[in-house]
């Protein structure tokens, strides 16, 4: 065998002249060589589809970078032919998607009057999260209107929905393209219902449940209704509606999807509602440990329902904690997968101060939000860790790690997946064109 540092010679397969320029897959012929692996020569013959491959597989980061070296890639976004390639070998990528808003609290009891909305900022903007690489990214929303909040995610796709109380204005925003489809309204009018989306390639499911308004003072959480549009032509626009269970308390927010089902926390005492999106009919599952439960939150990872809360047993011998349990199949049992660690826990604990935490989970990632902080932990599945979040530079709060005062925006987060072409979207486009009012 020959020693690793024998000299050895690897022809290059095609034959130049010695002409030290040459096109570039760019189009420039300003290209000097300096060694023959870098030879612009060798990169100017690559097949362009094979280019448009390796585009395609860019972090969306990488891409929109790529997109300002010449025409030809700053038009792939527009191009059928890139976008079916894209579909077929882009990686999914499990990233966060943050906004800045107001707690429950002072959301219900401000003045969301016509007459307010020119005072409400016009440009939205948010923070993407890479859990892998830990980095932050900005992104805005300059084709939202104003009154307009962040309610769900799926699909690459943000559900923004009327802060007004009554029937509820829909968009549907990817942010990446500069897209936005506006749905038609729901049919009952409703304060701060709890929303649940969930987009494919061929379908989409949407259901607003919870905060009937029964008259302008006063509401109660009687009835849910649901929009469907699929590729098979079956739609359902606001047509399907259900009664909730009986003197349920529904957790005013999103709603979690998990094969063909969405769920939602229910308060008082604490258990979980699920609505079958197939019958049509609202069921009710018996809580963890919920006697002893603080900050309880609903998140899907990996296919699974889970549910993240504190664990605090007063009166028992038990050291207070954070756990995680995972539904199982039957649909009524569940296990515990995942507890942090006690020492972490107290850290994080100090840092909560009894106030509360949100989560959102996405894959292997789970994300704990301590509200009325700038803090947040991630746990990795994957990798077996707990690591505290880097803080988001775009976020300016004065200080890192302070607790914020009432009435102060907070981080609300959403999973999502960043995605240049969604197939479903050509559908909508179609269906709802009679109902948008804005313009993309």
């Not at 690897?10 to 300003?30: E, L, V």
């Not at 016009?122 to 009154?147: C, Q």
């Not at 962040?150 to 929905?161: K, Q």
């Not at 308004?213 to 509401?219: F, K, Q, R």
Request: hydrophobic fraction near 40%; charge should be positive; include cysteine.
């Amino acid at each position: 065998m020959e020693p690793f540092h024998t000299p050895t010679s690897t022809s290059i397969p095609y034959a130049f002249t010695s002409i030290p320029t040459a096109t570039n897959i760019c189009g420039s012929t300003n290209c000097i060589s300096i060694s023959p692996w870098m030879d612009c020569r060798i990169w100017s013959r690559l097949p362009q589809g094979l280019i448009d491959r390796i585009v395609a597989c860019l972090p969306p980061p990488a891409f929109f970078r790529a997109r300002a070296v010449c025409k030809r890639w700053y038009g792939l976004i527009f191009s059928n032919t890139f976008l079916e390639l894209y579909l077929q070998v882009s990686s999914h990528r499990h990233w966060f998607l943050f906004f800045k808003q107001k707690s429950l609290k002072s959301y219900i009891y401000r003045n969301n009057t016509s007459a307010n909305h020119g005072t409400l900022r016009a440009n939205y903007e948010g923070y993407l999260f890479d859990p892998e690489s830990l980095k932050w990214y900005r992104i805005s929303f300059p084709l939202v209107p104003p009154a307009f909040s962040p309610a769900s995610s799926s699909g690459g796709l943000i559900c923004w929905v009327s802060d007004d109380a009554g029937s509820k204005s829909i968009l549907l925003c990817n942010p990446l393209i500069g897209s936005l489809i506006q749905l038609p309204s729901t049919l009952r009018p409703r304060l701060c219902p709890s929303i649940g989306l969930t987009i494919t390639n061929s379908s989409i499911d949407l259901a607003f449940a919870g905060d009937d308004l029964i008259s302008p003072y006063a509401v109660k959480n009687l009835s849910s209704e649901s929009f469907h549009i699929d590729g098979g032509g079956f739609y359902s626009i606001w047509g399907t509606t259900a009664s909730l269970p009986r003197l349920c308390s529904l957790e005013s927010g999103r709603m979690v999807h998990v094969e063909g089902r969405f769920y939602c926390m229910n308060y008082s005492p604490f258990s979980v509602l699920a609505y079958d999106i197939s019958i049509n009919q609202w069921s009710k599952i018996q809580a963890p440990m919920r006697r002893f439960l603080r900050s309880p939150s609903l998140v899907e990872s990996r296919g699974k329902l889970l549910l993240v809360a504190a664990v605090e047993k007063s009166k028992l011998n038990v050291p207070r904690s954070l756990r995680l349990w995972a539904l199982q199949e039957c649909g009524s049992m569940w296990v515990e997968i995942e507890r942090m660690p006690q020492q972490l826990y107290n850290q994080f604990a100090e840092v909560e101060g009894g106030h509360g935490f949100n989560c959102v989970a996405h894959g292997e990632f789970v994300v704990i939000l301590i509200k009325g902080s700038d803090k947040a932990l991630l746990l990795d599945f994957i990798g077996k860790r707990w690591v505290w979040l880097p803080p988001c530079p775009y976020i300016n709060d004065g200080g890192c790690g302070g607790r914020r005062e009432d009435g102060v925006d907070e981080l609300h987060g959403f999973a999502y997946e960043p995605r240049l072409a969604i197939p479903i979207t050509a559908l909508l486009e179609q269906l709802t064109l009679p109902f948008n009012s804005f313009t993309a």
